[in-house]
């Protein structure tokens, strides 16, 4: 069984940076993509960026694309979204999620394991 636990959510003002941090505990293959993920409220749940865990393809939404970053740390297990240049419309819950791979993530699919959520909240 794997669990995901994200930190790092918080309040920050609008153009502000935050770095959030996914750790997962217990098994995980290799070949497995991570992704995060976000839910405003009222709003369905969507993509944000995915990364495969063991080569170079990574891939974001276009509304964070030059802003948000991914990054890996095989030794920790660990998976970052650092934000940047942050608006309001990305206050959110954010969601780290492991699965199959890096084109069903970006649908939204393939989806193995949820991590719990972070709140983000974005001050104008």
């Known amino acids: 069984q794997v669990q995901l636990v994200e930190s790092g959510g918080g309040l920050v003002q609008a153009g502000g940076s935050l770095r959030l941090s996914c750790g997962a505990s217990g098994r995980t293959y290799s070949g497995n993509a991570w992704g995060w993920f976000r839910q405003a409220p009222g709003k369905e749940r969507e993509f944000v960026g995915v990364t495969s865990w063991n080569g170079g393809m990574t891939t974001y939404a276009d509304s964070v694309k030059g802003r948000f970053t991914i990054s890996r740390d095989y030794a920790k297990n660990t998976v970052y979204l650092q934000m940047n240049s942050l608006k309001p419309d990305d206050t959110a819950v954010y969601y780290c999620?492991?699965?199959?791979?890096?084109?069903?993530?970006?649908?939204?699919?393939?989806?193995?394991?949820w991590g719990q959520g972070t709140q983000v909240t974005v001050s104008s």
């Open positions: 999620a492991v699965g199959l791979d890096v084109s069903q993530m970006t649908r939204k699919s393939g989806i193995v394991y």
